[in-house]
C-alpha cells in the first residue's frame, strides 16, 4: 500500500469521525470543564496486545488542537502489557476530552485487528505459509486494517476488486468450462499484465483442471479437508506455481494443522470483520 494513500484515507476518516462527534459543540466540556484548565493524559493497555492505529490516534488529537504537547513512547506492530504508557499528551483539558473517544475508537479497534493476527501469526508460525486478511473490512477502513494486519504480522490479500482477479462460483455461473477460462485469462493478462488471477476449488477434480491452464497465479481451496488440501499440494508437483490459498471453515485450532498440508497462504475474514477490539484507556490528572 502507498504511504500517500493511507495517509490520506487516515485524515478523511478522522475528519467524518470528528465531525460525527463533535457536531455543533462538545456541551459537557464548554459548560463543565473551565476553558483555561490545564490537563495531562496518559494513554494505557489495559491488557496485552499488539499496537495499530497510534499514529492515527496522534492524529486525532493534533486534529482537535494543533497546540497539545504529545510525547510518543509506543509504537504501531510493538507489542504491549496492561499498564504501559503509549503515549502521552498535554495541553487544554477541554481539547484532550474532545479528542478522546474518537482517538481511542480507531486505537481500540485497529489494535484489536493487530492482536488477533499475531495470535494467528503464531499458530502457524513452524510452517512456511503465510497468513492473509480478506476485503472483509469495515466500510471505508480498509487500508488501516489492512495496515493493522501487516502490524499483527499478517499479510495483504488483494485491496480491492481492481489488483487482483478472484473468479468464484459466483463468477461462473454463465460459463464455467476450462476453455472459456482460458480465454478470459488470456484477455486480462493482455489488457493487464500486472493483475494476478485467482481461480476459487471446492473440489480435487477443479484444482486438476485449473493446474492445466496458463496465467493462473492462485488457486483458491474453499472449505477443503486437510486431506484434499495436501492431495492438491501433491497434484502441483515440484512446481511453485500456482500457489495455494486455504480459505473458509479455518479457525485458531484447525489453522496449525491446514498449515502443515503445504499450502502457500491461509485466509482469514475473521482477522478484520469480527475481531474485539483491545481495551485501551486515557488516565488524567489535572494542572491548577
Not at 492524529?59 to 497539545?68: E, G, Q, S
Not at 488470456?186 to 480435487?204: G, I, M, N, T, Y
Not at 497465479?217 to 495455494?244: H, W
Amino acid at each position: 500500500m502507498e504511504h500517500t494513500k493511507v495517509s490520506d484515507n487516515m485524515q478523511e476518516l478522522i475528519r467524518l469521525a470528528l465531525q460525527e462527534d463533535f457536531g455543533d459543540g462538545d456541551v459537557t466540556s464548554n459548560y463543565f470543564v473551565p476553558e483555561d484548565l490545564q490537563a495531562r493524559a496518559l494513554m494505557r493497555p489495559r491488557v496485552q496486545g499488539v499496537l495499530s492505529g497510534v499514529k492515527v490516534a496522534e492524529a486525532v488529537f493534533r486534529a482537535v488542537d494543533p497546540t497539545l504537547h504529545i510525547e510518543v513512547y509506543l509504537h504501531d506492530g510493538e507489542e504491549v502489557a496492561p499498564g504501559a504508557v503509549v503515549m502521552m499528551i498535554e495541553g487544554k483539558a477541554r481539547s484532550i476530552l474532545g479528542a478522546e473517544r474518537t482517538a481511542l475508537n480507531f486505537i481500540q479497534r485497529l489494535s484489536g485487528v493487530a492482536t488477533m493476527t499475531h495470535k494467528y501469526v503464531k499458530a502457524i508460525a513452524h510452517t512456511s505459509c503465510k497468513l492473509l486478511d480478506t476485503r472483509k473490512t469495515t466500510p471505508g477502513y480498509r487500508l488501516l486494517e489492512k495496515a493493522a494486519v501487516v502490524h499483527g504480522g499478517g499479510n495483504n490479500h488483494r485491496l480491492g476488486l481492481y489488483d487482483r482477479a478472484m473468479v468464484k462460483d459466483n463468477h461462473l455461473m454463465t460459463d464455467g468450462k476450462t476453455d472459456h477460462l482460458q480465454a478470459c485469462i488470456r484477455k486480462l493478462k493482455a489488457d493487464k499484465p500486472h493483475v494476478e488471477v485467482e481461480l476459487e476449488a471446492d473440489r480435487l477434480d477443479q484444482v486438476a483442471s485449473f493446474l492445466q491452464l496458463e496465467g493462473v497465479d492462485y488457486i483458491l481451496l474453499d472449505n477443503m479437508s486437510c486431506e484434499d488440501m495436501r492431495k492438491a499440494v501433491e497434484m502441483r508437483g515440484p512446481n511453485r506455481k500456482p500457489y495455494f490459498e486455504a480459505s473458509g471453515g479455518l479457525t485458531l485450532e484447525t489453522a496449525p494443522a491446514a498449515a502443515e498440508t503445504g499450502v502457500d497462504f491461509m485466509s482469514f475474514g475473521c482477522l478484520t470483520h469480527s475481531v474485539p477490539s483491545l481495551d485501551l484507556g486515557l488516565d488524567f490528572t489535572v494542572n491548577r
